[in-house]
């Protein structure tokens, strides 16, 4: 269905033209069946987006460089045939859903495409009606699509290409901004279209612990410009740079063939929990929150031992530090009784929250539940309907920006959104400005972060990795006392999500209070002190990770699933105590 034929890709400016030697993707050589599902797999930086883009004829006629060998779909050649001749055989769905919508509301976006392949009107009714039920949108279909959560959005995105049912389906990211359950409903979705129908899928995603068991084959990308490979899920993720907990933990245990599933895993751990019976460490219930760490004692250690930290050992120690903050009684953020309504939607309800200096809470939750909403009402965005909210004993929305920004800064979901400037120096002195700090502040803590990005690069030509980190050094530039993370690690492989767990516990263990809402349930057992658990705008369950996680289903860790009995939250913790 989908043959690559000694593809490579070169962009100008990475050598195309005169010189040219560093392809984007080179010697891209594989086919993709009929009715098979593909995990696209690597890490951050290889090309993967690239990869998909050829198929669906956006490589090169959208994005410009220069493709050698040959992309077939359905026997069309996507050199010669647009992305609007392809439209027909190939639905697309890339990082940003909002750069897919061109209408208001969610029925007419599931309907546009049909509509501009010129179907009857009772075709296009009853896919929409079907569309509604697979995704889970038939409350949403009213529903304009700018208040919907990031989320929402991501499936209302992946319905509108269904609807034309397509032969062929790429996606990039599609579960990075869903909730575990959200995203299980989507992958079975995929399933089923695969399983029932022979829809062809290609996919690349990060999140492998939610994909890889549903993947028929896997193209390994294992370096940029390096040809892939492609095999069993199996087989390659035993040789694979990037791989989930589930496969960390066969590999630590020697198990053969590796598992995918926790399934699988667990009809293996008798004996592993037999090792490890008596060898309990330090997990969150024992880790400092509240009033210990408002007295200035130190953070407690993640669940996970420390790793290798070559950025953020070093990351306040590449300027000079400015002055200690200031002890005050008021706490990071408090919030009590909040409520927000935003349009006719009740975001939040009944909110209590108190955040402590050099506490981590991850705020968790099905997509809507009101994470993002909490966020905005802590740095005033949004002015809340009843309740309080205070940041450093000031009211956000009532405090003008240049001081706000020295008591909280917010990493938004798209990072984008406070990137404006033409080049990454242009960026990094207008933070210095914004925030009163020294010349150079701002580009010390980039060069930490983002080592061997030059000054005259395009916010616009770093990868989604690289402008999450970008922005947090734009955010860290004031040195808030309160960090706030809005889905922190959309678009990150397994090693940057490392660095930026990193870089975020030296900020807690320096006093930084961090609150990040996430779906990123081993993210949240790696770093998190606390789990505060959202549903319908109010707070269901809020203490320490081992406790909320391991009791929840759909948010607890791989390898606490493994694990269980035992409360075992991450691999790194396995192996240290194993050692």
Not at 50 to 64: C, D, Y
Not at 361 to 369: E, F, P, T, V
Not at 375 to 386: H, K, M, Q, R, Y
């Amino acid at each position: 269905m989908i043959r690559f034929e000694n593809v490579s890709v070169t962009y100008d400016g990475d050598g195309g033209g005169d010189g040219a030697t560093e392809p984007t993707v080179q010697g891209v050589d594989f086919e993709v069946p009929e009715g098979e599902l593909v995990l696209l797999v690597g890490p951050s930086g290889v090309g993967k987006s690239t990869v998909l883009g050829a198929v669906s004829g956006l490589v090169p006629h959208f994005t410009g460089g220069t493709l050698r060998g040959r992309v077939t779909v359905a026997g069309r050649d996507t050199r010669t045939h647009k992305p609007r001749e392809l439209a027909d055989v190939v639905g697309t769905v890339g990082q940003d859903p909002l750069s897919h919508f061109v209408t208001d509301t969610v029925e007419d976006e599931l309907a546009y495409g049909m509509e501009s392949l010129g179907l009857p009107p009772e075709v296009m009714r009853r896919r929409v009606e079907e569309t509604l039920d697979l995704l889970g949108l038939a409350d949403l279909r009213d529903r304009p699509i700018a208040t919907l959560s990031g989320g929402q959005q991501q499936r209302v995105a992946i319905g509108s290409v269904l609807t034309p049912h397509p032969r062929v389906l790429v996606l990039d990211e599609p579960t990075s901004a869903l909730d575990p359950a959200a995203a299980e409903e989507v992958l079975a979705v995929l399933q089923r279209l695969v399983h029932d129908l022979g829809t062809t899928v290609l996919l690349a995603e990060h999140r492998l612990e939610r994909v890889i068991q549903y993947a028929d084959q896997v193209a390994l990308l294992p370096s940029p410009g390096a040809a892939p490979v492609l095999g069993p899920p199996a087989e390659i993720m035993a040789v694979s740079p990037v791989y989930p907990p589930v496969v960390d933990l066969g590999r630590l245990a020697d198990w053969s063939p590796l598992p995918l599933t926790v399934r699988d895993a667990r009809r293996r751990a008798d004996a592993l929990r037999e090792r490890l019976t008596g060898r309990e460490r330090l997990t969150g219930r024992e880790r400092l929150t509240g009033p210990e760490q408002a007295r200035g004692a130190p953070a407690a250690a993640a669940p996970t031992p420390p790793s290798p930290r070559p950025v953020s050992t070093s990351l306040w120690r590449l300027r000079k530090k400015p002055a200690a903050i200031p002890s005050t009684p008021a706490p990071p953020a408090e919030v009590h009784s909040l409520a927000v309504r935003r349009a006719r939607i009740q975001a939040l309800l009944h909110v209590d929250l108190t955040v402590s200096p050099g506490e981590t809470i991850a705020l968790m939750g099905r997509n809507g539940a009101g994470k993002s909403t909490l966020l905005s009402a802590l740095v005033g965005l949004v002015e809340p309907s009843a309740g309080a909210v205070r940041v450093g004993g000031a009211v956000p929305h009532r405090t003008p920006p240049r001081d706000l920004v020295r008591r909280v800064g917010l990493v938004p979901q798209e990072p984008r959104d406070l990137l404006y400037a033409d080049t990454v120096a242009a960026e990094c002195e207008a933070a210095d400005r914004d925030a009163g700090a020294e010349p150079g502040t701002c580009r010390a803590l980039v060069r930490g972060l983002l080592p061997g990005i030059t000054d005259d690069t395009h916010p616009r030509d770093l990868s989604e990795g690289q402008r999450l980190a970008l922005a947090l050094a734009v955010v860290l530039t004031a040195r808030p006392p309160l960090l706030l993370l809005d889905e922190p690690t959309r678009g990150l492989d397994y090693a940057a999500k490392a660095r930026l767990v990193a870089v975020l516990r030296d900020l807690a263990a320096e006093g930084h209070a961090i609150v990040l809402a996430t779906h990123d349930v081993e993210l949240a057992a790696e770093l998190a002190h606390r789990v505060v658990l959202l549903a319908d705008g109010e707070v269901i369950a809020d203490g320490p990770t081992a406790d909320v996680v391991v009791a929840s289903p759909s948010f607890a860790p791989q390898v606490t699933k493994i694990l269980a009995p035992q409360k075992w939250l991450t691999v790194a913790q396995v192996r240290e105590a194993l050692a």
